[in-house]
């Protein structure tokens, strides 16, 4: 599911590496956060760390921490509530990851040409 990266649920919270430029796993976990309809909270994004914090409908927090490890790795840690849910944490991991690595559309099949008619006969002397 993840693009060369690792993924592992310790302590109620689940932790992964993304091969992708901080900037865009940010990006990526807004955009998941506002498609799941999460209630959002504070978000912020420095040079070297970030986090995203949004709400469930029953107020458990889910707290989206980021953080630079080389300009093409980010480490992610996902923890909704204070003791953990592994589902939402990856349903949410999830979501990002089709925000980073979009499905390519299959493009439309050709239409079929109209079926040619055979030449009229001519009759023959």
Known sequence: MLQAGSTAFINGELESAVVKPMQEVFDAADAALR???FKMGICKLGEINGYLYAYETQHRRI????????????????????????SI???????????????PVAPPLPTPAPPVAPPPSTPQE
Do not use: W, Y
């Open 89 to 103: 944490s990856r349903l949410i991991m999830e979501t990002m990851q089709n925000k980073l690595n979009p499905r």
């Open 63 to 86: 707290e989206i921490n980021i953080s630079k490890r080389s300009p093409a790795v980010t480490k992610v840690n996902i923890r909704v509530g204070v003791f953990g849910d592994q």
């Open 35 to 37: 498609e799941l309809q």
